[in-house]
T-cell receptor, first 113, second 116 residues
């Protein structure tokens, strides 16, 4: 089975801190994604990557950056956390460029105080 | 702009009753269409997807969905709901932006509660 793991299930950070969210997949997938999930808004794409060292902005990239140094690992970085970044963050991976199933991690619930 | 609408935020059904979750999309052509389910404390899992061909698609856990081009809809159905179906359900479309990469656009989700 495909497994996507995220480094933390719950995280509490202070305003202004630099925050790293890590995601690892074990199925050699080319594509990896970061979403944030908010009630009433569904999932919104922050960044995605179709190859190592490659990144593309999603729909809401402001305040975030990403890093993909190895194929299996995709990191989301909040350079200076703010309270409006309190949310559930979901990582996903897929093997197909189009029409493919995305496999999701369990999520990290981040609270910024 | 492309969008996905799930009109029902919350739905409650009795165990054994039938279920239909609504999904409408806005897109010029026929997109790839998906339904995902998120159980409490879990990530999302794919229930089914539609690309082309037969407009009635079967998925896992006894779910099916019907694509209706004239209504721009992709409603999810199950004939008899089980208590374990209580979860949040997301409809999604995949669209290819010009010169870019395909990406998923999700609806806001429908939370399903099941009464014993």
């Amino acid at each position: 089975d495909v497994k996507v793991t995220q480094s933390s299930r719950y995280l509490v950070k202070r305003t202004g801190e630099k925050v790293f969210l890590e995601c690892v997949q074990d199925m050699d997938h080319e594509n990896m994604f970061w979403y944030r999930q908010d009630p009433g808004l569904g999932l919104r794409l922050i960044y995605f990557s179709y190859d190592v060292k490659m990144k593309e902005k999603g729909d809401i990239p402001e305040g975030y950056s990403v890093s993909r140094e190895k194929k299996e690992r995709f990191s989301l970085i909040l350079e200076s956390a703010s309270t409006n970044q309190t949310s559930m963050y979901l990582c996903a991976s897929s093997s197909d460029r189009e029409g493919g199933e995305q496999y999701f991690g369990p999520g990290t619930r981040l609270t910024v105080t | 702009a492309q969008s996905v609408t799930q009109p029902d935020i919350h739905i409650t059904v009795s165990e054994g009753a039938s279920l239909e979750l609504r999904c409408n999309y806005s897109y010029g052509a026929t997109p790839y269409l998906f339904w995902y389910v998120q159980s409490p404390g879990q990530g999302l899992q794919l229930l089914l997807k539609y690309f082309s061909g037969d407009t009635l698609v079967q998925g896992i856990k006894g779910f099916e969905a019907e694509f209706k081009r004239s209504q721009s809809s992709f409603n999810l159905r199950k004939p008899s709901v089980h208590w374990s179906d209580a979860a949040e359900y997301f409809c999604a479309v995949e669209v290819p932006p010009p010169g870019g990469y395909n990406k998923l656009i999700f609806g806001a989700g429908t939370r399903l509660a099941v009464h014993p």
